[in-house]
C-alpha cells in the first residue's frame, strides 16, 4: 500500500520560512522522481517543484529563488525548503510521486498572513 504523509505545514507571518516534509512507504522511493503541487481556494493545483530520480530539480517561475527541493532515498524523504513566504503562498500543498503510476499524499495546510 502506497502511502505519502506530508507534514511541516502551519501558519507564518510574511517573510517567515517553513520547512516541509514527505514520508513515503510502500514504493520503491528511489525510482519515482517527487514532486510538490498546491492547490488555493478557487484556483488549480500546480506544480511547485519537482526532484528527479537523478537529483534533477525545477520550479515554478513564483517560487524561484525562495522555495528549494531536495530528497533522501535512504529516509524515503522528500522535502521543500521555503523561504521569504507570500500570502500568495498560502495552499494546501501536496506530495506526488511519479513513475508508471502517480500517487499522491492528503495534503498539509500552509498559512501566510500577518
Known amino acids: 500500500q502506497v502511502q505519502l504523509v506530508e507534514s511541516g505545514g502551519g501558519l507564518v507571518q510574511p517573510g517567515g520560512s517553513l520547512r516541509l516534509s514527505c514520508a513515503a512507504s510502500?514504493?520503491?522511493?528511489?525510482?519515482?522522481?517527487m514532486g510538490w503541487y498546491r492547490e488555493a481556494p478557487g484556483k488549480q493545483r500546480e506544480l511547485v517543484a519537482h526532484i528527479t530520480r537523478g537529483y534533477n530539480t525545477k520550479s515554478a517561475d513564483s517560487v524561484k529563488g525562495r522555495f528549494t527541493i531536495s530528497r533522501d532515498n535512504a529516509e524515503n524523504m522528500v522535502y521543500l525548503q521555503m523561504n521569504s513566504l507570500k500570502p500568495e503562498d498560502t495552499a494546501v500543498y501536496y506530495c506526488?510521486?511519479?513513475?508508471?503510476?502517480?500517487?499522491w499524499g492528503r495534503g498539509t495546510q500552509v498559512t501566510v498572513s500577518s
Open positions: 510502500g514504493i520503491i522511493f528511489s525510482a519515482y522522481d
Open positions: 506526488n510521486a511519479q513513475n508508471v503510476g502517480s500517487f
